[in-house]
């Protein structure tokens, strides 16, 4: 694709539901990264993925939070029994090698 | 622990002067640096990528330096517009992966 998509744009969901966050990156790029913003900070590092494997997932904040990039291509980034302290802008970025990240619009999530 | 931070919060100029955002970092082992903006409910659009061994990048209006051993690099905005308005942020690559400073919040005023 012409550049990083991100599915949904929007999400609301209930304190204890589970999520699943999508992410399509630039075609051939190898490198994936998941990262969290809050309202008026930067984003904060979550995950990163070479290929298919997870190549730091130092960011995770618990083990509620986990993501997948099976075919090395499209990211899911799945959060289980949702807190009101996810609520959060998740954006997704991908490079080659590592270098230049592009990012996508980001999901919305907002857990009430 | 890399820690990246940003001065200053926020900015507001007129139209048409030149300005400069600073970013600052704690460990000068990085591999790159990178400058984004994001517009408000939006996603980042990177700016510039200076690599390790480079002092700096230009595109168009803007200039971007790296002084890797003082952990410092500077945004230079030469004559600003109101579409200039934004939020600035610089990513520093240590390892594996990306620290973001808090950003710099820019209102150019027509």
């Known amino acids: 694709g012409a550049g990083v998509s991100q599915t949904p744009s929007n999400k609301v969901t209930e304190k204890g539901k589970y999520v699943e966050l999508r992410c399509d990156p630039i075609s051939g790029h190898t490198a994936l990264y998941w990262y969290r913003q809050s309202l008026g900070q930067g984003p904060e590092f979550l995950i990163y993925?070479?290929?298919?494997?997870?190549?730091?997932d130092s960011g995770l904040p618990n083990d509620r939070f986990f993501a997948v990039r099976p075919e090395g291509s499209v990211s899911t980034l799945k959060i289980q029994r949702t807190e009101r302290g996810d609520s959060a802008v998740y954006l997704c970025a991908s490079s080659s090698g590592g270098n230049e990240q592009f990012f996508g619009p980001g999901t919305r999530l907002t857990v009430l | 622990k890399q820690e990246v931070t940003q001065i200053p919060a926020a900015l507001s100029v007129p139209e048409g002067e030149n300005l400069v955002l600073n970013c600052s970092f704690t460990?000068?082992?990085?591999?790159?640096l990178q400058w984004f903006r994001q517009d408000p409910g939006k996603g980042l659009t990177s700016l510039l990528l200076?690599?390790?061994?480079?002092r700096e990048q230009t595109s168009g209006r803007l200039n971007a330096s790296l002084d890797k051993s003082s952990g410092r690099s500077t945004l230079y905005i030469a004559a600003s517009q109101p579409g200039d308005s934004a939020t600035y942020l610089c990513a520093v690559r240590t390892g594996q992966n990306f620290v973001f400073g808090p950003g710099t919040r820019l209102s150019v005023l027509p």
């Open positions: 460990d000068s082992a990085i591999y790159n």
């Open positions: 993925f070479q290929g298919t494997g997870a190549a730091d």
């Open positions: 200076i690599q390790s061994s480079q």
